[in-house]
């Protein structure tokens, strides 16, 4: 395991830290399988724990590569998607319905899904979705996304202040936990909305038949 501390440290103790934090947030919204949430959470760790990074410059390039990122996504959209949501017409109402009535929730909580932000945000470019209700959602969305990825950063820290690498394990380990969780919860939803209606939910007892 030793070559592996020494790998993240020298990558997180390095002065191109911040340039890695903010391209990897940035297509994290595009190419969803980078680590842009352990970088953080990895580079918060060693600034507490180290002094070095600085964590209010890690804190910023996370959040701007958020926003970059999310409008990639958005630009993404209007240039590749559009013609193909065209080709299907019959969804296009539903989803331009669900857009208008709570657009900025859909692009906020997407922040928070694995492979959710690729899709609402490429969505909302491909839609025409207004930039002016686009953007102020994608910045709280960022700001909120990358303080959770700071204060389990700082949770990892303070549980192994002097041994970083098990404090950014930590830290990665409660992120994937509260993922597993948020996604578990989503599926229970969708499962819910999707029972027909007037069906008794699960458990529920039948009525005794009247005499």
Known sequence: MTWLADLVET????????????????LDSVLPLLPSETLVIGATVYAVTTGTPLLWLVTV???????????????LGRLVLRRRMAADPDRLPRVRRALDERGGQLIVT?????????????????????????????????????????????LGAATFAHDPLMGVLVGVGVALLITAVGEL?????RRRRAAPAGAPAPHEPH????M
């Not at 919860?185 to 939803?189: D, E, F, I």
């Open 61 to 75: 390039a996370a959040a701007l590569g958020a926003v970059v990122g999310d409008h990639l996504g958005y630009g």
């Open 11 to 26: 990558s997180l103790l390095s002065p191109w830290v911040y340039l890695a934090v903010f391209v990897f947030t940035a």
């Open 185 to 189: 919860v989503r599926l229970v939803r």
């Open 110 to 154: 997407a922040r928070f899904v694995p492979g959710g932000r690729t899709a609402v945000t490429t969505g909302c470019g491909a839609l025409g979705f207004p930039l002016s209700r686009f953007t102020p959602a994608t910045v709280l969305a960022a700001v909120l996304w990358t303080a959770q990825g700071v204060l389990i950063g700082l």
């Open 207 to 210: 009525p005794a038949p009247s």
